[in-house]
């Protein structure tokens, strides 16, 4: 199984602040990673795929990079509704592994 | 708009079994690889099992293997986690998501159904 490894598992920014969470992966995995953003109480909802292409109706504030075991996604301006727990993922092969998470709080 | 409604959870005793289903709307059912992701409170999420668009093909997380079967019913839309000699580790809130093509994640989720296993 391909392990996935988030850092920091959390993180307080203020809103304004520019924000980076990485994910490393056990083996190469080219450019099959997500991330998913989910909220207190709800399901996640998928921000970034193939590492580095925003899913429709996600704000350009989000932006994704990296390729083969090093990945990360960036914010460039935290806004208030983006404080939450962020997943990477995963879709190189089976089982689908997630992340850990990084919780992302108001500073 | 693409909708996707988890059910049958519930309180279960260990060893019992549950089925779940996910009922699929807003778009082409058949074409589309469903998942299920399992998130235990306050923990992370993981994933439990897909299923191809015909049915044949099927994968699981080791933990599962062997007590979950992941089913499909085309002509109704909807989508199925049979779950036997549960456990208290299965506590966790059952989501199914649409496989996007190509291996571009899960998109999107349903709202979740809770599976509590307690005696």
């Known amino acids: 199984d391909i392990q996935m490894t988030q850092s920091p598992s959390s993180l307080s920014a203020s809103v304004g602040d520019r924000v980076t969470i990485t994910c490393r992966t056990s083996?190469?995995?080219?450019?099959?990673l997500n991330w998913y953003q989910q909220k207190s109480g709800k399901a996640p909802k998928l921000l970034i795929y193939?590492?580095?292409t925003l899913q429709s109706g996600v704000p350009s504030r989000f932006s994704g990079s990296g390729s083969g075991t090093d990945f990360t996604l960036t914010i460039s301006s935290l806004q208030p509704e983006d404080f939450a727990t962020y997943y990477c993922?995963?879709?190189?092969?089976?089982?689908?592994?997630f992340g850990q998470g990084t919780k992302v709080e108001i500073k | 708009e693409v909708h996707l409604v988890e059910s049958g959870g519930g309180l279960v005793q260990p060893g019992g079994s549950l089925r779940l289903s996910c009922a699929a709307s807003g778009f082409t059912f058949t074409n589309y690889w469903m998942h299920w992701v399992r998130q235990a409170p306050g923990k992370g999420l993981v994933w439990v099992s897909r299923i191809n668009s015909d049915g044949n093909n099927t994968n699981y997380a080791d933990s599962v293997k062997g007590r979950f079967n992941i089913s499909r019913d085309n002509v109704k839309s909807t989508l199925y986690l049979q779950m036997n000699s549960l456990r208290p580790e299965d506590t966790a809130v059952y989501y199914c998501a649409r496989g996007q093509p190509r291996q571009q994640g899960l998109d999107p989720w349903g709202q979740g159904t809770l599976v509590t296993v307690s005696s």
């Open positions: 993922q995963q879709s190189y092969s089976t089982p689908r592994t």
């Open positions: 083996q190469s995995i080219n450019s099959y």
């Open positions: 193939a590492a580095s």
